[in-house]
């Protein structure tokens, strides 16, 4: 096998074509056998029951991979080209970047335009993108057939559009197809690297739309199974399509450069897949024993020994071929690369298949709890002081922000020890309390209520919107990241501090950080979401509830960043500003609390009428509960940074006075006059006039 490889890896588009021919049979292959061995097609019609045909059957499996393969393609060459590959300086006398004066390729950038190597990339992107956009468009009718379990030809376009707009499969497959047609037309107009950075982002958010629909959405613990659904498809689209963006590249120097880059992104991916793999098994058997019980086991088996085959293809990769590479032999790297990628072309068929297989655990079961289906979980038993915390409610995006901020700041931390240098303790109590606390109410037994009582609910918004920020804004993360960041090896490559450094000195950063707009955003989420029909929207759906609780930790960061950070990039405000801004926010707040107080209207009724629990008090009881708290709770943390500030008004004042009397020093040892010289004299000569009068 790898002799062949080594025949037929190379730069010759043909070799490349033949190889690409393989890695597309094998999935198929792959894709075929796994889904008759699964049970996802039928070998014939069954008398009585609705039947969409072989044409459905088989061809939404096989349209499904293409969507996985096209998208793949597309956020791995996007995002090879914009954060792995050398970019170009911009030529003397043109503008800058967004958010860059001229200058700004040497501050931050390493070069402001695509690399040509990376231009080639997203141009040929842009043909998978369209690839990806059309396959999302064929899955609507075939979609529809297979809901309505008729023939594809007797589906109506009225009834596709319906689909599109009406139903979740539907609008998943309109989603992914416009974010697709989108991407395509970026790349082929994008030149500069931060555009490129933004038409990744895209791309990578075109993956999610299928994670919201299907056997995670459907399955019990979607709070698990969505987001680490999600969070699967994304790191494996990264580690697959990265690699095979990498065997298009034709310099070996260019290669080499991109090749050390994407390792570091290879591992974490690794990691991430095996990780929310685990966490969807979990979701999905039920039980350990249906992984030998089960076909469906048996299928999450063989992909289990794919990614751990995938996994010591990469080991070898940093232990043999990536020395190999940067000694100017490529050829080991792209026989390992040309395997891993068949390999690869196994696991899409086997995760498609998968994807169509009936699981041990129903999607939907024929007796269901409407508030089960409501919440993901059954409804919590009375709170007590060991429900708080126990059982927790896993929801694997925040674990994974609370693992990944604890992790992230633990090695540099470490770093800088390493490096014999000091990091205040403070801090790093401050980062981690913040941390602590954000797993607690979002992951830990607490949110459990916040779903079903909204003084619940309102405990952990202002947990999260004051006291975690508070704490996290206390921990300088950026300061951290700034100092122990590493620079890529190539400087042609624009690595995690450049990235940072730029978007600290863009213009949308200094718009938000601006003391009125940080202040609009803390204030106005909160009287639109209690004032307005927007809080039930956003309990009903799991994405709608992630982004109000990421909402108020991040609306709540940047008000307090602005208030006390330390970190750079924000703006210099006098202090007696930042006082009025905290007595602005104070106040807003306690206005919020006062009028919930005297409201007889029930907020977010038809949520809340759905889900409480028969133990709690009367739903206008417990949202005068909540109200109380919003009212109350913040007079500690408002209290303690009312003194900060003050402490630093003082200190401040205290520099410019020493500031002003050393400049009068120097003006007296010189003989010259200044500022303050000149107003001393003047204050010396009006009380002589007013003696002599």
């Not at 490129?196 to 990578?204: N, R």
């Not at 709070?223 to 990498?246: D, K, M, N, P, R």
Request: proline share 6%; net charge positive; aromatic share 8%.
């Amino acid at each position: 096998m790898f002799t062949l490889l080594h025949r037929y890896v190379s730069v010759s588009p043909a070799r490349r074509l033949l190889l690409a021919v393989v890695a597309v049979a094998g999935l198929l292959l792959t894709l075929i056998v796994a889904l008759r061995f699964g049970g996802a097609v039928a070998g014939g019609r069954i008398p009585g029951l609705p039947d969409p045909g072989a044409w459905t059957r088989w061809g939404l499996p096989v349209t499904r991979a293409a969507v996985d393969v096209f998208g793949t393609l597309t956020v791995g060459w996007c995002v090879t080209a914009a954060f792995l590959l050398p970019g170009s300086a911009a030529p003397p006398g043109t503008a800058g970047e967004a958010g860059e004066g001229s200058g700004g390729a040497e501050r931050h950038g390493r070069g402001q335009l695509v690399g040509p190597a990376a231009y080639r990339l997203l141009r040929r992107a842009s043909w998978w993108a369209g690839g990806w956009a059309l396959a999302s468009a064929v899955m609507l009718p075939l979609t529809l057939s297979d809901l309505l379990g008729v023939p594809v030809g007797q589906v109506s376009w009225a009834g596709v559009r319906s689909l599109a707009w009406s139903v979740a499969q539907g609008q998943s497959a309109l989603t992914q197809a416009v974010l697709a047609a989108a991407v395509a037309l970026g790349c082929r107009v994008v030149l500069t690297r931060t555009a490129a950075g933004v038409v990744a982002a895209l791309a990578c958010a075109g993956l999610v739309p299928p994670a919201l629909t299907g056997h995670a959405a459907g399955a019990g613990d979607h709070q698990l199974a969505v987001t680490s659904l999600a969070v699967h498809i994304v790191a494996a689209a990264l580690w697959a399509g990265g690699l095979a963006a990498l065997l298009v590249l034709r310099s070996d120097r260019v290669l080499g450069v991109a090749a050390a880059g994407y390792s570091r992104l290879a591992l974490g991916c690794w990691v991430a897949v095996a990780l929310s793999g685990l966490a969807n098994a979990v979701v999905r058997l039920g039980a350990v024993e249906e992984l030998w019980h089960s076909r469906y086991g048996l299928l999450v088996l063989g992909k289990t020994a794919a990614l751990v085959s995938a996994g010591i293809l990469g080991a070898v990769h940093r232990a043999r071929a990536l020395p190999a590479l940067r000694a100017g032999r490529p050829g080991a790297f792209r026989r390992l690369a040309a395997g891993e990628l068949l390999l690869f072309a196994v696991t899409f068929g086997l995760a498609v298949a998968l994807s169509r297989a009936p699981t041990p655990v129903p999607t939907d079961p024929v007796q269901t709890d409407p508030v089960t289906d409501l919440l993901g979980f059954a409804a919590p038993a009375p709170m007590s002081a060991v429900r708080v915390f126990w059982p927790p409610l896993v929801d694997a995006f925040f674990l994974a922000v609370v693992a990944a901020g604890i992790g992230g700041y633990a090695i540099g931390v470490w770093r800088l020890w390493r490096g014999g240098h000091r990091w205040p303790a403070a801090r790093t109590a401050s980062w981690l309390g913040g941390m602590l606390l954000l797993g607690l109410f979002t992951v830990g037994g607490f949110a459990r209520y916040a779903y079903v009582l909204f003084s619940a609910h309102m405990a952990q918004h202002m947990v999260l919107g004051m006291v975690v920020p508070i704490l996290l804004v206390g921990g300088a993360p950026i300061t951290l990241a700034l100092r122990t960041l590493r620079p890529p090896a190539d400087p042609a490559v624009r690595g995690a501090r450049d990235w940072l450094m730029l978007a600290l000195h863009s213009r949308p950063a200094r718009l938000v950080s601006h003391p009125l707009v940080a202040l609009a955003l803390y204030v106005v989420g909160l009287y639109a979401l209690y004032f307005s029909d927007l809080l039930e929207v956003l309990m009903r759906y799991h994405l709608g509830h992630l982004a109000m609780l990421t909402h108020f930790v991040a609306a709540g960061f940047l008000f307090y960043w602005v208030l006390i950070g330390v970190d750079p990039g924000r703006r210099a405000v006098p202090p007696p500003l930042l006082v009025l801004l905290h007595f602005a926010g104070m106040a807003f707040h306690a206005f919020l609390g006062l009028a919930l107080m005297q409201s007889r209207t029930v907020i977010a009724p038809g949520w809340y009428t759905a889900v409480h629990p028969a133990w709690a008090d009367s739903l206008m009881a417990d949202q005068h509960l909540g109200a109380g708290l919003a009212w109350s709770f913040g007079e500690i943390p408002a209290a303690a940074i009312l003194l900060l500030l003050v402490v630093r008004w003082i200190r401040a004042d205290e520099r410019e006075q020493r500031r002003l009397d050393r400049a009068a020093d120097r003006a007296e040892a010189t003989g010259e006059e200044d500022e303050l010289a000149r107003y001393n004299a003047f204050l010396r000569a009006a009380a002589a006039e007013a003696e002599r009068r």
